[in-house]
């Protein structure tokens, strides 16, 4: 008796109805998987958050094929947020210069979440003058995805000092105070923040206990007994003291 032996292999018609199975899918979940990255779920907790934000900017960093990081920074209203910073091109005004990148929204941290650089070492670090300095800083990645030391001087994506920029995310201090236009304080013009180098350490906290402790007992009496949290150089995920 003759079998018909088919042979391995899809037919057109089932390569054509996994396509478009795979395209249905494909419609779906991207979306979801968009608004997840960028909302990050809050009921993760603070270090999963940091960890897909960092992870985050080290895929970045390749795709620039330029330094890339994280920018921790509080608005005017005093939220905490991160922001992707991105190294402008090197022929830029400032060899320094980061801007945040385009369609990158700033996440914004659970108001139960603060964060310090861990140059902190005093109360002194901490005082009303310091403090705003002390809550902003950047961890930046290699294009190779290492994490390095490097000046970052955050800038509006014109690359002005004036108030002439209407970039959405940093601008000048008089443009954000007044909302026309910026979130948060850029590095450069009157009351900018100053120029800072990347660091790999910072400290997790919680932002009503440490109002309610004296300025002069905020690193002595509450921060030091946190544990301070150093990013690992080589895969860039979180490693607590």
């Known amino acids: 008796m003759n079998r018909k032996i088919r042979k391995n292999g899809l037919t057109l018609t089932e390569l054509v109805v996994v396509i478009a199975v795979a395209a249905v899918l494909l419609g779906i979940s991207v979306p979801a998987v968009k608004k997840v990255i960028e ?50 091109d090197v ?30 070492q005093s109360d002194a670090d901490l005082n009303d003058t310091n403090l705003m300095n002390a809550q902003t800083f950047s961890v930046v990645f290699s294009e190779q995805g290492q994490l390095i030391q490097f ?23 008089a443009n954000v105070d007044s909302g026309t236009a910026g979130m948060f304080y850029q590095d450069a013009g009157p009351g900018g923040l100053d120029e800072e180098d990347s660091i790999g350490s910072f400290y997790i906290y919680d932002p009503k206990r440490f109002a309610e402790i004296p300025a002069n007992q905020r690193f002595t ?8 949290e150093f990013v690992n150089p080589h895969t860039g995920q979180l490693i607590g003291r």
């Open 151 to 173: 000046p970052v001087r955050v800038l509006n994506r014109d690359g002005v000092n004036d108030d002439s920029s209407r970039d959405p995310i940093f601008n000048t201090r």
């Open 91 to 120: 022929s830029s005004t400032y060899a320094t210069e980061f801007v945040a990148v385009p369609n990158r929204r700033p996440i914004k941290l659970p108001a139960s979440v603060g964060v310090l650089a861990g140059t902190v």
């Open 221 to 228: 009496g509450y921060i030091r007994s946190l544990p301070k």
């Open 39 to 88: 909302s990050f779920d809050q009921s993760a907790g603070p270090r999963s958050l940091i960890d897909a934000a960092l992870t985050g900017a080290r895929a970045l960093a390749a795709a620039h094929s330029a330094p890339a990081g994280i920018r921790f920074q509080r608005d005017r209203k005093g939220d905490f947020y991160m922001i992707f910073i991105v190294h402008k």
